[in-house]
């Protein structure tokens, strides 16, 4: 089939933003230039995939997972159900995250990536600082399997650990990034978010703080003396987390950023380091 049949096929039933974006992905090429190959003949095996992604997309599959890849922070990342499609405000977290690696750590840093999911955060940061040692942590071991796949294809050497939080862990770390679950089963949430995506890496108890409260109360028998805790909140989250902060840790600097919408997204503690923003 020609490239203009594929397009038109698609947008039978999509918007044709989501086709080109689909296509696009599929062919290697930029959806913007999709129209200078309009009359190109397109392998067979490349039209069963189209088709197949059609179909999981008009059965409310997420467009990442039908294509089984996402680009975060210029690199690309393999997804499936067995994970959460990284967001947008995760790239902001490993943003800031990196800044205050190369600004305040130098050598013989450690980083544990806890929950890592598809392991975006902390093959990202290895990619960015290829002499620091990354440990990526999960309690799911389909996660890990998924992480360990984009561990491979982006050419990063990962440790990876089974664990519920800290309990396999036995390490100390400089760093310690988590993007939690943190939504509450009384958040409103979108439908296809809530269809698909691993309800284990969306939901936590104690209006979302859980997870949070469990990492804090116990960080420091895996820290060094000098360290930054960097984590992802929701929106609401802010003044929460703070309390919790002061609850469990003592000594420390904290800095709250705002993600590009303007919302309260990001916490970074510091402890042992004179901050200079």
Not at 15 to 26: E, T
Not at 56 to 80: R, S, T
Not at 155 to 175: P, Y
């Amino acid at each position: 089939m020609k490239l203009e049949e594929l397009l038109c096929l698609g947008n039978q039933t999509l918007h044709k933003d989501q086709v080109k974006l689909l296509l696009g992905s599929i062919l290697n090429i930029n959806p913007l230039e999709l129209n200078l190959h309009l009359n190109d003949y397109i392998e067979a095996d490349l039209v069963n995939k189209y088709k197949d992604c059609l179909k999981a997309l008009n059965k409310g599959e997420p467009l990442q997972y039908a294509i089984g890849k996402m680009n975060f922070y210029g690199f690309d990342f393999y997804v499936d159900k067995r994970v959460l499609i990284p967001r947008f405000e995760t790239e902001e977290l490993v943003y800031n995250t990196n800044i205050y690696l190369q600004k305040y750590f130098q050598s013989g840093i450690k980083l544990l990536d806890l929950g890592c999911g598809s392991g975006c955060i902390g093959i990202t940061l290895k990619k960015l600082n290829p002499n620091i040692k990354v440990t990526l942590s999960d309690i799911s071991k389909e996660a890990l399997e998924v992480a360990l796949k984009n561990a491979k294809s982006n050419q990063t050497e990962v440790e990876i650990i089974e664990s519920d939080l800290f309990k396999n862990i036995n390490d100390k770390f400089s760093v310690i990034i988590s993007n939690p679950p943190y939504v509450s089963k009384t958040d409103e949430i979108d439908e296809i978010v809530l269809q698909n995506e691993p309800h284990l890496a969306l939901f936590s108890k104690n209006n979302g703080l859980f997870y949070y409260e469990e990492i804090l109360k116990v960080a420091t028998n895996y820290l060094n003396s000098k360290f930054l805790i960097a984590f992802e909140i929701g929106s609401s989250q802010k003044d929460a987390i703070l309390q919790l902060i002061s609850k469990y840790l003592s000594d420390v600097s904290v800095i709250t950023k705002q993600d590009m919408s303007g919302r309260d997204r990001m916490v970074f503690i510091f402890k042992n380091i004179i901050i200079n923003e």
